[in-house]
């Protein structure tokens, strides 16, 4: 049987998974405990540089894991 994708592709199919889901996990919180007070903690660089960034690696790994032919037999 011919499968569509290699070994290759998989791994790669699953680090761009776990890129995107760090983001999104990075993304999570910031918020106030009390809902009458403003939290600049939704301002900090983890959520708004570096959580954007592994999500944008992560679905370009995906397109990359999807589009590349791999050269095993």
Same mark, same amino acid.
Do not use: V, W
């Given at each position: 049987?011919? =499968?569509?994708?290699?070994?290759?592709?998989?791994?790669? *199919?699953?680090?761009?998974?776990?890129?995107? &889901?760090? %983001?999104? @996990?990075?993304?999570?919180?910031?918020?106030?405990?009390?809902?009458?007070? =403003?939290?600049?903690?939704?301002?900090?660089?983890?959520? *708004?540089?570096?959580?954007?960034?592994?999500? &944008?690696? %992560?679905? @370009?790994?995906?397109?990359?894991?999807?589009?590349?032919?791999?050269?095993?037999?």
């Amino acid at each position: 049987m011919d =499968f569509a994708f290699k070994k290759k592709n998989y791994t790669l *199919l699953l680090i761009g998974l776990a890129f995107m &889901a760090s %983001g999104l @996990i990075l993304m999570i919180g910031g918020g106030s405990d009390d809902p009458t007070k =403003f939290s600049d903690a939704i301002f900090d660089f983890q959520r *708004l540089t570096l959580a954007p960034i592994l999500l &944008a690696t %992560g679905f @370009i790994i995906e397109i990359f894991a999807i589009m590349s032919k791999s050269k095993e037999a």
